[in-house]
């Protein structure tokens, strides 16, 4: 990383940012307004999961400005619908444009949905087992050279899900999935945004 881009960033409105949440505007009000806030609930973390998924390998920025095409094609992410998708909803996904056309993480998507139900039906919720590996309190990072890409509570997250039968949620992806659903707050320590309980 560029040595210029591993501390805060002031923005052209006085305040101190992440770097990578200085701009475009897109991250500026995601990194302001979503990013490290506290997720609860089977369905909302369902939708961020899933956006992980289909951020493997792609910049968070190309599915940030998806998100709504996103949505409107799994119909909110509700588990209980795309649990029930079908071979034909896999056609559909594929042929539209507006989201990432990745079989194997539409698939996993889908699969996932399925795994949730499993769980809920075993008396156990996604919520739980999520929050079940936030990490005890640390201090927050002084640069981006001190956020970490993966955890020992990550990869125990992945384990899990794995052994649910969840797809797409290695080690990673749970790491970025625990920054953005406020398991962890790696906002930089000069950075103004406060996370929220």
Known sequence: MDPDLSHAVRGDDGLLRCP????PEDYRSYH????????????ALFERLSLEAFQAGLSWLTILRKRAAFREAFVRFDPRVVARFEAADIERLMADAAIVRNRQKIEAVIGNARALLSLQEADRSLDDVVWS??????????????????????AALSAELRRA???????????????????????????HVVARA
């Open 32 to 43: 302001d307004d979503e990013w490290g806030r506290p997720v609860r609930g089977d369905d």
């Open 133 to 154: 590996h936030q990490p005890p309190a640390r201090s927050r990072p002084s640069s981006m050279a001190d956020v970490p890409t993966r955890t020992v509570e990550s």
């Open 20 to 23: 990578w949440g200085s701009a």
């Open 165 to 191: 039968g969840f797809r797409f949620v290695g080690p990673t992806t749970m790491y970025a999935a625990m920054q953005a659903c406020g398991l962890v707050d790696d906002h930089l320590k000069d950075c």
